[in-house]
């Protein structure tokens, strides 16, 4: 199960990585946290792939004090998403034409959705923007929408008055990648090689099934789910 977790994980970012390179190409709009990776890259002359992994690395900072620790997918997220967003910026042409660019954006969210159904169908951890949000909710009792809402109302205002695209990929967006992502989880999420042992229950190999996987296995689908919804 390992060489297929690791290969759902890397070819999962790098899909998302490019996802988040063709909704900027279509020029309708970007999901909220990426209104703010572009306003900042647009005031600090960085590329937009530089700044998602610095981000990354600042929100990550903000799990010290919420008491939560990083998995593996979570550290692959944060340097890969932003290195393959560069990479899909140098390779793929912006659209003039609005038929283009509907396009693009339809692409853009269907690609994405695969995406995040690929890596966190592979039990690496939570991304380090959903593990804010979920780690955020879990200490304050808040539910992981309003968590999630009051973080991406923040970073969308920011975004937006940093220069940030706001439209209505932004809409279309936050209406489909949630329903999206809970279609296609089923297909991707791997299951746990001790589960389907003979004569073994849901017992303490289960358990550290879900440990090693830096987070329990359905809490990070669904959690994942509702913040993407």
């Known amino acids: 199960m390992m060489p297929r977790r690791l290969l759902q994980l890397f070819t999962g970012l790098a899909m998302y990585g490019i996802s988040l390179a063709m909704f900027i190409r279509a020029g309708l709009g970007l999901d909220p946290w990426d209104v703010f990776h572009q306003g900042v890259a647009g005031k600090t002359g960085l590329s937009i792939g530089a700044v998602v992994v610095i981000v990354s690395f600042l929100v990550l900072l903000l799990w010290i004090p919420l008491r939560q620790w990083p998995g593996f997918g979570t550290l ?3 340097v890969l998403v932003g290195v393959f967003a560069d990479v899909g910026l140098a390779l793929i042409p912006e659209f003039s034409h609005l038929g283009g660019q509907i396009g693009m954006l339809a692409g853009a969210v269907l690609l994405n959705g695969i995406a995040s159904a690929c890596y966190i169908g592979a039990r690496f951890g939570p991304g380090a ?11 304050t009792g808040w539910s992981v929408r309003t968590s999630r809402t009051g973080i991406e109302i923040v970073v969308l205002g920011t975004g937006w008055l940093l220069g940030g695209s706001v439209g209505v990929g932004t809409v279309v967006y936050a209406l489909a990648i949630g329903p999206l992502v809970q279609l296609l989880l089923p297909r991707f999420t791997v299951p746990e090689a001790r589960n389907r042992k003979a004569g073994k229950g849901p017992g303490k190999g289960a358990n550290k099934g ?9 809490g990070d689908s669904s959690e994942t789910a509702v913040t993407a919804a």
């Open 129 to 139: 923007r959903d593990g804010l949000m979920t780690g955020l909710a879990r200490r």
């Open 210 to 218: 879900a440990n090693e996987a830096g987070a329990p296995g359905a």
């Open 76 to 78: 692959c997220n944060a």
